[in-house]
Structures are given as structure tokens and as C-alpha cells.
């Protein structure tokens, strides 16, 4: 059974995810990540509530990390990067190129974009904290004016310095 929740937020409506094993998706209402519900979906809150209670703590600033169980769907390089993602801590940002040497692959930036462009749990996995090696903001799947709202969210100021960037 897939189980499915909306929340509304700062960023605009949240389609919530979820099967028994865990989290799947967070979807935006804008963006190239919105897919829609699904008609075999079924609505219930209850079981997206540990989950929507901690995104409303996030959007309140009473909440800088996520305890809920993950499961998203993606290839074994996929997982990596986003596993990789969950270690850039609230209120910083790191670079592609920072997340290819975290790997060992420092020649990867292109694929960890393609794989940060497809983590389908945004927010959790806070691929919003990846920006340009020079400090300017790279695409988003929910949109870059949500991935805006999220740094401003986290107080991230996106004005370069060298103890903004997180090197793993």
C-alpha cells in the first residue's frame, strides 16, 4: 500500500509519500519533480504525522535534522549521493565538486548533479544545500525560488565565504 498526505508550507503545497517501509517522495506543487497522486494512492495523515509534524518544526525554526525512516527508490549511485546529502548539516552548504571528493570521484559533478536532481525526498535529504562552487544557486527540482526559501529558512547566506562550504 502506498499512503499518501498533503501539507501546506512556506514552499507551497507537500504531497508526502509513503509505504510501509517508509518515506518515498516529497513532491512540490511546482517545479519538474511533481508527478501527481496517483489513483491507487490512499489518504492518511496518520500515517504521514511523525512526518508532517517534523517538516512543520523545520518551517518553524524548532527543528534542524529529521528522524523519520526513509526509503527511497534509485539506483545504488543514487543512494550514495543522497546518503552523502543527509551529512551536510542545517544552515550550511557544500558544492558538487565537495560532494565528488567526499566520494572519491572527483570527476563525477555532472552525475551527482543528475542524482541530486533526482532525490525524490527533498527537504529531508537536503539536496537544496548543494550550490555552485562559486556560491550561486544551480537548479532545483522544486524550483529554485523554493530552494531560495529553504536557505532563508536555514538563515544560509549565500554571499561566499570560505567557512560557508562544508568539506566533508
Not at 30 to 59: H, R
Not at 136 to 152: I, Q
Request: glycine share 8%; with cysteine; charged share 20%.
Amino acid at each position: 500500500m502506498i499512503y499518501y498526505d498533503i501539507l501546506p508550507s512556506p514552499v507551497g503545497n507537500l504531497l508526502l509519500v509513503a509505504d510501509d517501509s517508509g518515506l518515498k517522495q516529497i513532491q512540490f506543487d511546482e517545479g519538474n519533480q511533481s508527478n501527481g497522486i496517483k489513483p491507487n494512492w490512499i489518504k492518511d495523515s496518520n500515517k504521514l504525522k511523525t512526518v508532517a509534524d517534523q517538516l512543520i518544526s523545520y518551517f518553524a525554526n524548532e527543528r534542524t535534522t529529521f528522524d523519520v525512516k526513509l526509503s527511497p527508490d534509485g539506483t545504488a549511485f543514487q543512494k550514495q549521493i543522497w546518503n552523502q546529502l543527509l551529512k551536510i548539516p542545517y544552515g550550511k552548504t557544500c558544492s558538487y565538486l565537495d560532494i565528488a571528493l567526499a566520494i572519491n570521484k572527483p570527476s563525477a559533478c555532472r552525475a551527482i548533479g543528475m542524482a541530486n536532481s533526482k532525490n525524490p525526498i527533498p527537504i529531508i535529504i537536503p539536496c537544496h544545500r548543494v550550490i555552485g562552487k562559486n556560491g550561486k544557486l544551480t537548479g532545483y527540482a522544486g524550483g529554485l525560488s523554493n530552494k531560495a526559501k529553504l536557505l532563508e529558512i536555514e538563515n544560509i547566506d549565500l554571499t561566499p565565504s570560505k567557512d560557508q562550504y562544508l568539506l566533508f
